[in-house]
């Protein structure tokens, strides 16, 4: 699986897990000078002798490896979606070089939540090189980083956006961090609440990160960086450290917790051996070919490391948003619903829009990004701006596109249990319609009925609803449409998560609509409601368009 170096322990691993935190203590310093601190953090660690003296270091884990999905949480307040639940992981650091290499071997069990891509749930199994410094990049070096194609062969570099996050995040975990923050001399002194206690530390300019140390011992407790995030806004992403052991004179930590808004547990991960200056294989942080101009290391301020975060956290990340006004595909599915628009960008998510004789263009889910081609597209081919906006549901792939559409002043259309959590957006009480559970939105003009349903708490996510899209007035004979975020796919819904597409059909046949709709799915092919009950055998009733129980 993983490739050797002194590796081998990886199948002893499972019943090896060594010792107990080392305490280091010396008298609390109380100085805000931050090359004090730095320099006492410095001894602490073992001094600067000791630690120049190092040549790699690896952590060695295989009894604790498991995180959380902050993208696919099922409710609005907490983390209750498993990311990976079992697994290996190695990070090997390499101080040869001015800079510093990491190499990333993980063996990530997922949690069913993933059965929708990956129907058997291989693991994700596949080592990254990541390299800091001027020539910095990130490199796939074995095995497969793509959800939906777990035998693939590694891909090489990344993108530019995904090496510049790894490369910040390779420092984080660096246990020589200090030893960087000191060459950079470029460090100020801050003092921020981590956990419930004020901890003081040192900001390295340069890098974007804070050492928020442990007063007693002066070790390093929490490496923290600061993210702008989409709905929470100005955002905390800590790795905690702790659990030291004594190595080659060095103390070095075994237990890393990442840690987000000093609230959510993303992460947690032991390392049961760690190995100092090991013998590793001439051809372990090896890369092949040149490093493409789109893999270098860039920042761009429409991703935040928020989004490139969470979404690489769950292997969904897929680089940048790559879709133009011109490889749009805008098509009026329906003869007789010219309202409805079908939009494909060519991302894996699609969206609608419909229009009303007032002027109103709704739009149906927010994927983040192409929201920008949206908005033009609405300029150019309707000649009208966007004015409303429905998100799916919260999670963040449906949702993040609320900000371009908010920064244009269209209203938002939500649940009214969630509003609260788009509080980072600064609505305004005129900006926001809600509905709820029992009585949904619904609106019409002489042409048109749109009905935005909230189906309650189902499998996908607590807020979660469908739109349906029928004629003004509808006869038995007339065509409907229904969109839907993520309770199927057609290219698999044979081996789909049945309890979701069930959720589904119950919701639909309970609030009437026709057996014969549309299915317009966010993901997958388009379709219809009998190619769901076709596969999943579920007895639909033989609705009509005039059964539907919501009406404008």
Known sequence: MFPNYSIATLLALSSHVLGHSISCRQENSSTSDPQILLGQTITALGGNESISALQSVAYIGGTIFRSKSILFAISLDGLDAPGVTTGLQNITFSYSEPSVTQRIDKFAQLGSHFTFGRPNLPPMDYSMVVQTGDSGFASIVRGSFNFYAPTAEPTGYTDGLLAEYMISEAHKWNPLLLSTIQSNSNLSFRQE????????????????????????TQLPH?????ENHP?????????RVSHYRTVEGVQLPSRFKQIYNNKHVLSDYRADEILVDSEIAADFFAVTGTIPETSVPARNPEYDFAEIGESTAVFFWAGPFSGTLETLQAIQPIADLPSLWQLDFGSGFRQAVVELDDGSVIVIDASAHQSKVLIEWAEQTLGKPVTHVWPSHHHHDHAFGLTDYVAIGAKVILPE???????????????VITYTVDTPYTVSDNRTQLALVHMGDTIHAEDIGYAYIRPAFPTTNSSTAIFDADHCNLNFVETFDQGTTEALLSSLAADGVAANAMLIAAHGPVGTLQNLTNVTSFPY???????????S
């Open 417 to 431: 249990t969630s509003v609260g959590y788009y509080a980072a957006l600064n609505l305004s009480d005129a900006q």
């Open 541 to 551: 009733p033989n609705h009509s368009p005039l059964d539907f129980q919501y009406s």
């Open 231 to 239: 709905f929470f806004g100005p955002s905390t992403a800590d790795l």
């Open 193 to 216: 609440t981590v956990g419930a206690v004020q901890l003081s530390g040192v900001y390295d300019e340069n890098l974007g990160i804070a050492v928020f140390l442990d007063p007693q």
């Open 222 to 226: 929490t490496i923290r960086t600061y």
